[in-house]
Nanobody, 121 residues
Framework: QVQLVESGGGLVQAGGSLRLSCAASGSIFSINVMGWHRQAPGKQRELVAFITSGGSANYADSVKGRFTISREYAKNTVYLQMNSLNPEDTAVYYC???????????????WGQGTQVTVSS
């Protein structure tokens, strides 16, 4: 089994910064894509950013230039550096990862439990 645990959320004023972390653990053979999604109250979950196993990063238009996704391969960890936060960034942030376990022959999508980010105006 694989677990993803996020950390780093909290309350910040507009214009501030936060850094989210998500560590994957368990019987991991390899990880393909890792990403971050968010869900604001009353809205659908949306993709924020993802990073491939080769290190290629992609971002939603709404966060380009403000958020940076990175990955620490040895620790199976993905980060999301969020700068210039505004109240519209308030949401629960979830990480996900495409993981191949030692016991499997295919990749499976796993999700973390989410971490709350609240930006005050």
């Amino acid at each position: 089994q694989v677990q993803l645990v996020e950390s780093g959320g909290g309350l910040v004023q507009a214009g501030g910064s936060l850094r989210l972390s998500c560590a994957a653990s368990g019987s991991i053979f390899s990880i393909n894509v890792m990403g971050w999604h968010r869900q604001a109250p009353g809205k659908q979950r949306e993709l924020v950013a993802f990073i491939t196993s080769g290190g290629s990063a992609n971002y939603a238009d709404s966060v380009k230039g403000r958020f940076t996704i990175s990955r620490e391969y040895a620790k199976n960890t993905v980060y999301l550096q969020m700068n210039s936060l505004n109240p519209e960034d308030t949401a629960v942030y979830y990480c996900n990862a495409d993981v191949r376990e030692y016991s499997g022959s295919y990749y499976r999508d796993y999700w973390g439990q989410g971490t709350q980010v609240t930006v005050s105006s």
